[in-house]
Nanobody, 119 residues
Framework: QVQLVESGGGLVQAGGSLRLSCAASGRTFSSYNMGWFRQAPGKEREFVAAISRSSGNTYYANSVKGRFTISRDNAENTVYLQMNSLKPEDTAVYYC????????????WGQGTQVTVSS
């Protein structure tokens, strides 16, 4: 089992940057595909970015491509989401997920961290 704890959220002005972190428990972090998702008020949770467990291939939603970067540090059991050029529409609760089977299926979730971008 994996426990995930997100941090790094906060209030930032449009055009600013934030870096989210997701710390994972356990000794098998490198075995998991990791992803970031977000959920805005009144909307469904949506995919933001993912990084594969083996090759480190990265995937992004079109809405964040070129602005957000996902990375992982297997030695630190942590996945990061660097968010630049933030827009008010990026405001949401951001969740990280861990999945063992594929890049589109996640078995474990963190509690989320709030990101608010003011205009």
């Amino acid at each position: 089992q994996v426990q995930l704890v997100e941090s790094g959220g906060g209030l930032v002005q449009a055009g600013g940057s934030l870096r989210l972190s997701c710390a994972a428990s356990g000794r098998t972090f490198s075995s998991y595909n990791m992803g970031w998702f977000r959920q805005a008020p009144g909307k469904e949770r949506e995919f933001v970015a993912a990084i594969s467990r083996s090759s480190g291939n990265t995937y992004y939603a079109n809405s964040v491509k070129g602005r957000f970067t996902i990375s992982r540090d297997n030695a630190e059991n942590t996945v990061y989401l660097q968010m630049n050029s933030l827009k008010p529409e990026d405001t949401a609760v951001y969740y990280c997920g861990a999945g063992i089977s594929s890049i589109v299926s996640y078995d474990y979730w963190g509690q989320g961290t709030q990101v608010t971008v003011s205009s």
